[in-house]
């Protein structure tokens, strides 16, 4: 049998520190199993799987692929807690593949048999067993039997003792072939000492008296599953790196809906000489509140969350003076994973204010997914209670698929419709919009069918009742659709000046294609054609019900921040145009108008010859910057623009953009060519000829502090017809202060009782 430690803890009401949550609750715990048999024999290994092939291993079918894997494999997430360079890893081909993995006879002469293990929990498909005279005798799976997860290792040990000296084999398994249809094996060994003992359901009491409780993180510590109870319900449940001891560091939970109320937080296993519960306590101001906005990798202009992790912008609707960002948010990790609705909003497009959590996972591991929100100013769907007009919104559901909820109270709480699921599909990403010349309300959604990739369009009156119309294929993950005039002025909206206009569907890549739309079939008239040309752009949405018809979009910058308490930012706000070039019409990126809010100081420069040799900016000294200028190339074969440590190449002779590996055609007008450059401590977004290239690139954090900028013509002579570079102010100046206000109060908060 597999020896466990398990005990189920209570405490006191009360604790003798003010400022610790949990006292020396280990200390007091119950020990359930054996006392360990000490030995000094050393460990045998059995697998490391760091050659390029399995060696005497057994493969059979395609899962386990040619060898072990380096980490994550095609469309998979990142793959962590393996050791060494290399594992077994059955995602080859997706989780489509099968197969099995056989070791040749080894020799159980240790009392213990341990691994790492991850993937699906799929007992006898997806699997690790023991095989002794042909019976499997142990058996062992992943941790993953539903949508979210993540792909970590952790270890797991059988006790063999009572086969010891006997042969057997290992036989790893991959049968499955659905969600999760995989599994992933590392380090296998044989010892004397059992792993570090666990106690599981740890759970302590409490009384809810500051605004704040702060959880300490410890990167790539194994996940623990935690839960919050408030009078007995469970409120909050989710997975986190729960620091043992010095944790790298903190995420907090907000209790401010459960002022006064008694509680209780319970672990699911903890090592027996864990600290972590005499680290957690109760603040009104989160710890690292004082130093917030403030950190070293800190994007300056563009949005962050204060804690944790943030991927896709979701419900992205303006609404009595805000703009609502929605996003994909871990609030308990650095990593992706407990996929919450974190909320952000803001009065002008460029200073942003974090709000509470919007929407919380229904049940553990029922994550809300991406989706989208707009104003039911007609309220069709019936959901208004109030002077307010109604928000409503649509997100994935992981274990039910497409939801809707709506707000009375401009976004900041949310109520699930009765009805939910309204779609029930293989898919993701609901995008409502309104169709003005139907008067229906319709949903882009990704759709995954019969092997395929598509977008699904439905329709319906009320938000409530969906129908099905058609699908287009070739589009992946996280729609959007929107109207157009082509060659309009800025700001003119779809009806303005006579424009013709077209309809853009796009996806998560920001690839799209042109044509029209009727409310039930997109008709393309395009080709797929290219979006951004960079490489840290993905899932953008537009906004909805903007009060001046611009088209706005924000997307995922995809910028890691290596050492810091958050994760990821957002792009900043570009304004969309359809415009004829001579590739014909195609979709244009520009900063919004609201980017000179942040202008500090601006440098002008001269029109200049600008010779080989010549750097007018060489006497430059800038950190958060946009750079603009137009040039005309004239005899120079390159014009290397230097900015934040990145050289931004145009080469004449091949008439295209540059920038680190990324290459895109860019055609002079009138044989001039303008460059506008916004430099952030961990991005660069570079936009060609007014938007007709967008190419947003990552700034390494080596890179950050970099403050020298540099303008070289090469091969010849440049002209350069305007050169400006504008210093920029950071947008959390205001924040920055108030949270160290607010974090003054923080010493003298209660604990958690």
């Known amino acids: 049998m597999n020896r466990s430690r398990r005990a189920r803890c209570s405490a006191p009401s009360r604790l003798v520190s003010p400022r610790v949550v949990l006292s020396a609750l280990l200390a007091a715990s119950v020990w359930c199993g054996s006392a360990a048999e000490p030995s000094g024999r050393p460990d045998i290994l059995i697998a490391d799987f760091e050659r390029a092939d399995y060696g005497d291993w057994t493969a059979t079918g395609e899962a386990f692929g040619p060898g072990p894997a380096r980490g994550a494999l095609p469309d998979q997430m990142a793959v962590e807690g393996y050791l060494g360079e290399r594992l077994v890893n059955s995602f080859f081909k997706g989780d489509g593949t099968t197969g099995t993995l056989t070791s040749p006879p080894l020799r159980l002469d240790r009392r213990y048999l341990q691994f790492l293990m991850g993937g699906g929990m799929h007992p006898g498909q997806a699997c690790m067993n023991l095989v002794l005279d042909g019976q499997v005798v142990r058996s062992a799976t992943g941790p993953n ?19 010891g000296g006997l042969e057997a084999r290992l036989r790893i398994v991959d049968s499955a072939t659905g969600g999760w249809g995989h599994i992933n094996v590392d380090h296998i060994r044989l010892s004397d000492r059992p792993l570090p003992g666990l106690l599981t359901n740890v759970a302590r009491a409490f009384t809810v008296e500051a605004r704040y409780l702060n959880l300490p993180v410890k990167q790539r510590a194994p996940k623990r599953r935690v839960r919050m109870e408030i009078e007995s319900r469970v409120v909050r449940e989710f997975e986190i790196e729960l ?9 907090f939970l907000d209790l401010g809906p459960f002022e006064g109320r008694r509680g209780a937080l319970v672990v699911d296993r903890l090592p027996e000489d864990s600290k972590a519960l005499d680290l957690i306590d109760q603040t009104d101001a989160f710890r690292g509140a004082d130093g917030l906005y403030g950190e070293p990798l800190r994007p300056q202009f ?42 952000a909003v803001s009065a002008d497009l460029v200073h942003w204010r974090e709000l509470p959590i919007a929407l919380y996972p229904v049940a553990y591991g029922d994550w809300a997914f991406s989706g ?29 698929g497409e939801c809707i909820v709506s707000s009375n109270d401009r976004g900041r709480s949310w109520t699930e419709y009765a009805g939910n699921p309204v779609v029930k599909h293989e898919g993701r990403d609901p995008r409502l919009f309104w169709h003005a010349p139907t008067g229906r309300w319709c949903m882009a959604v990704y759709d995954e069918f019969q092997g395929g990739r598509w977008i699904a369009f439905y329709s319906s009156p009320d938000l409530k009742a969906w129908t099905f119309h058609s699908r287009i294929e070739g589009f992946f993950e996280c729609p959007d659709i929107f109207e157009l005039p082509v060659d309009a002025q800025a700001g003119q909206g779809t009806d303005a000046g006579g424009a013709f206009s077209k309809w853009v569907l796009t996806a998560a890549s920001s690839a799209y294609r042109l044509g029209q739309f009727d409310g039930r079939v997109f008709t393309p008239e395009t080709p797929m054609l290219p ?13 909805s019900d903007m009060p001046d018809g611009r088209r706005v979009q924000i997307g995922w910058g995809q910028m890691a921040t290596p050492g810091m308490p958050f994760n990821q930012m957002m792009t900043f706000p570009c304004e ?33 010859a600008l010779e080989p040799g010549d750097n007018p900016l060489a006497n430059l000294s800038v950190g958060l910057h946009e750079t603009r200028i ?23 002779g091949a008439r295209e953009l540059i920038c680190k590996k990324h290459r895109a055609p860019l055609r002079p007008r009138d044989g001039r060519v303008s460059l506008r450059v916004l430099v952030d401590r961990t991005s660069i977004e570079i936009f060609g000829n007014e938007g007709e290239v967008y190419m947003p690139v990552y700034r390494p954090p080596e890179l950050s502090g970099t403050r020298s900028v540099g303008l070289r013509a090469e091969g010849g002579v440049a002209r350069v017809l305007s050169l400006e570079v504008n210093e920029l102010k950071s947008i959390w100046l205001q924040a920055q202060e108030g949270a160290a206000g607010s974090a003054a109060a923080a010493a003298s908060s209660p604990a958690m009782r």
Not at 531 to 543: D, V
Request: hydrophobic fraction near 30%; charge should be negative; include cysteine.
């Open 630 to 652: 137009e040039v005309n190339p004239d005899s120079a074969s390159t014009l290397r623009l230097s900015v934040g440590g990145i050289d931004v190449i145009y080469d004449a």
């Open 243 to 251: 620091a043992d001891a010095a944790p790298d560091f903190w995420v």
């Open 145 to 163: 039997d539903r949508p979210g997860g993540s792909e970590r290792l952790d270890w797991q040990q059988w006790d063999v003792g009572e086969f």
């Open 531 to 543: 979006g951004h040309r960079g490489e840290s752009f993905y899932a953008a949405q537009t906004y």
């Open 576 to 608: 969309l145009s359809l415009r004829t070039t001579g590739e014909g019409v195609r979709l244009c990126w520009q900063p919004v108008r609201e980017l000179e809010r942040l202008r500090a100081r601006t440098h002008t420069f001269d029109p200049r």
């Open 302 to 343: 563009h949005f962050s969350s204060r804690r944790g992790w943030n991927n896709d912008p979701n419900g992205l609707v303006y609404y009595g003076g805000e703009y609502h960002l929605f996003y994909q948010h871990n609030p308990y990790g650095w990593d992706w994973g407990n996929m919450h609705w974190g909320h």
């Open 372 to 400: 989208s929100a707009v104003v039911d100013a007609r309220n069709t769907g019936g959901f208004k209670t109030g002077g307010e007009e109604v928000l409503v919104a649509a997100y994935t559901s992981t274990g039910r």
